[in-house]
């Protein structure tokens, strides 16, 4: 793992280089971001620049190696078990710390999830926050700093990743070899994160693009039986119901933004398509079809049945 390889966050990985080279380490960080933006890799970067001596990890020495494989004796990952981060996993981490390290100058761990403790986990992660053993080195990931708690944020030095412009993971994904329309829809779907648009990118649903957005169009609330076909697409398709809707959200936001006299949509290559629809409905349809959209994904993500929460759309989205 090399900063090489992070896309975007010129300025925080330029941070985490300076200070691999300075050798003056703080004894734990927190690393602020969207999921899918590079924490974790920065996060594992950076330790890999450690141990490797340099302020740029080289890839191929026997510790690089290990990181990579990620099976380093020295390189501890905490995840939330479940819901939270559990006490005992804290307290595993404590023991493991407390060792003298094998082989790296220090022991070090990557928690992902800081903003995932709870009241008990946390306050026995601050024991450790107070008094590191050893030069032991704890990177915490978070995806906002409001969501950790106050008493652990007030421990860490925080570094900020913020999501990646879109022109930037298009561009990567078309050096990845995505074709250019792909590349764009995903990249404009990623909401900043290169690891949803690579998601998008390699699943079928954008393949379905086309006739799912078709689909959506043709609803008509004098026709009974169009408007179950996204539930029947997707029944009990949790991750690709959701994916569908992303895709549908952004054919509705161009549809917004011809409206209001824009031209800078995302999806070119249906602007015929875009244009029609957009001139059946006002902005004001659009627009309650835009948060209908969102109010949608939020149902499936939290559990709700797939195909009703498709249907229920489908009658909101009719003409």
Same mark, same amino acid.
């Given at each position: ?15 985490? *280089? *300076?200070?691999?080279?300075?050798? $003056? ?39 690089? *190696? ?8 020295? #390189? ?13 996993? !804290? ?156 895709? #549908? ?18 999806? $070119? ?23 209908? #959209?969102?109010?949608? *994904? ?7 049945? !797939? ?13």
């Amino acid at each position: 793992m090399s900063f090489r390889q992070i896309v975007g966050h010129a300025k925080s990985i330029a941070i985490l *280089r *300076r200070i691999a080279a300075s050798g $003056r380490i703080a004894h734990a960080y927190l690393f602020i971001g969207p999921e899918g933006t590079g924490r974790k890799m920065s996060a594992t970067a950076f330790i890999a620049a450690l141990f490797c001596g340099t302020d740029d990890p080289c890839g191929s020495c026997p510790s690089c *190696r290990k990181i990579a494989a990620g099976n380093h004796p020295d #390189l501890h990952i905490v995840q939330p078990d479940g819901q939270f981060i559990k006490i005992d996993q !804290v307290r595993e981490l404590q023991r493991e710390l407390a060792f003298r390290p094998y082989e790296a100058p220090r022991k070090t761990c990557i928690i992902d999830g800081a903003d995932r403790f709870n009241q008990s986990s946390g306050n026995a992660l601050l024991k450790t926050l107070e008094e590191p053993p050893g030069n032991a080195l704890m990177i915490l990931l978070a995806t906002t700093a409001d969501n950790v708690l106050p008493t652990i944020r007030s421990r860490c030095q925080q570094l900020l990743f913020s999501g990646i412009p879109t022109e930037e993971i298009e561009t990567y994904l078309r050096g990845q070899g995505t074709d250019a329309e792909t590349a764009q829809v995903a990249a404009s779907l990623a909401d900043g994160s290169i690891s949803r648009a690579l998601a998008l990118c390699s699943e079928e649903i954008m393949a379905s693009r086309g006739d799912i957005i078709h689909a959506a169009c043709n609803l008509d609330r004098q026709e009974m039986l169009p408007l179950f076909t996204l539930g029947e697409m997707f029944d009990k398709e949790r991750e690709k119901a959701t994916q569908a809707i992303e895709l #549908l959200t952004s054919f509705w936001r161009d549809m917004l933004l011809l409206r209001s006299g824009s031209g800078r949509v995302v999806n $070119r290559d249906m602007l015929p398509l875009l244009q029609r629809e957009a001139a059946k409905r006002s902005e004001s349809t659009i627009i309650g079809n835009i948060e209908q #959209l969102g109010r949608t *994904r939020s149902a499936i993500l939290r559990n709700a049945n !797939v195909r009703l929460a498709l249907d229920a759309l489908s009658m909101k989205l009719a003409v």
